[in-house]
């Protein structure tokens, strides 16, 4: 079975300083990995994924993941957080060729940027 | 660019009344997933279609149901509504399976 694991519920970090919030996953084979986020009664927006390939991903919005296969890890980083980064950060696993399986979502970080 | 379209945005019903949801996906989209995001929940998969198929099927209850059309849409059936099926509902697009899904803004179902 398939899980993610988001250690912290929240995240708080002053505006221009870099931000990581964490991930961890297990899945049966080799993961395709994902980073969502949501604002306020708003949807899920894809930031990002790792299906293969280079371990560094960069997506929307300056953001960027590390897959780390030994430490079975996916952690969202940025180099220099805005205010407007706040939101829920989801992180997801699927199992890479596993056909048409949906995501198996983290539990969500809460981002805070203090300016 | 064109996005996954949901409706209604919010919806209000009593209990043991009836509810559909409609998911539009993304032209040329094949695949849609449907999940339940409860109240500081994280998103829990329901069920999704593939190509007018169901395809898969997560933690959907009985009293629900839901199908994919021939122009791709789907919707989701709801019936005997309970107070603890208020939750944001999302529809999710994917262009074949496995591959990264869009979701749309959802439906916030509140029932009173």
């Known amino acids: 079975a398939q899980s993610v694991a988001q250690p912290e519920d929240q995240v708080n970090v002053a505006e221009g300083n870099p931000l990581t919030v964490k991930c961890t996953y297990s899945?049966?084979?080799?993961?395709?990995l994902f980073w969502y986020v949501q604002y306020p009664n708003r949807g899920l927006q894809f930031l990002l994924k790792y299906i293969t390939g280079d371990n560094l991903v960069k997506g929307s919005y300056g953001f960027e993941a590390e897959f780390n296969k030994s430490q079975t890890s996916f952690h969202l980083k940025k180099p220099s957080a805005l205010v407007s980064d706040s939101a829920l950060y989801f992180c997801a696993v699927r199992a890479a060729g596993s056909g048409n399986t949906p995501l198996v979502f983290g539990k969500g970080t809460r981002l805070s940027v203090i300016a | 660019a064109a996005g996954v379209i949901q409706s209604p945005r919010h919806l209000i019903k009593e209990k043991r009344e009836t509810a559909t949801l409609k998911c539009y996906p993304i032209p040329r989209h094949d695949t849609v997933y449907w999940y339940q995001q409860g109240p500081g929940q994280d998103p829990q998969f329901l069920i999704s279609?593939?190509?007018?198929?169901?395809?898969d099927k997560g933690s959907i209850p009985d009293r629900f149901s839901a199908q994919q059309f021939s122009d791709y849409h789907s919707e989701l059936n709801m019936s005997s509504l309970e107070l603890g099926d208020s939750a944001l509902y999302f529809c999710?697009?994917?262009?074949?399976?496995?591959?990264?899904?869009?979701f749309g803004p959802g439906t916030r179902l509140t029932v009173l």
């Open positions: 899945v049966s084979g080799n993961p395709y």
């Open positions: 279609f593939y190509e007018k198929m169901q395809s």
């Open positions: 999710a697009s994917s262009l074949g399976q496995g591959r990264e899904q869009f």
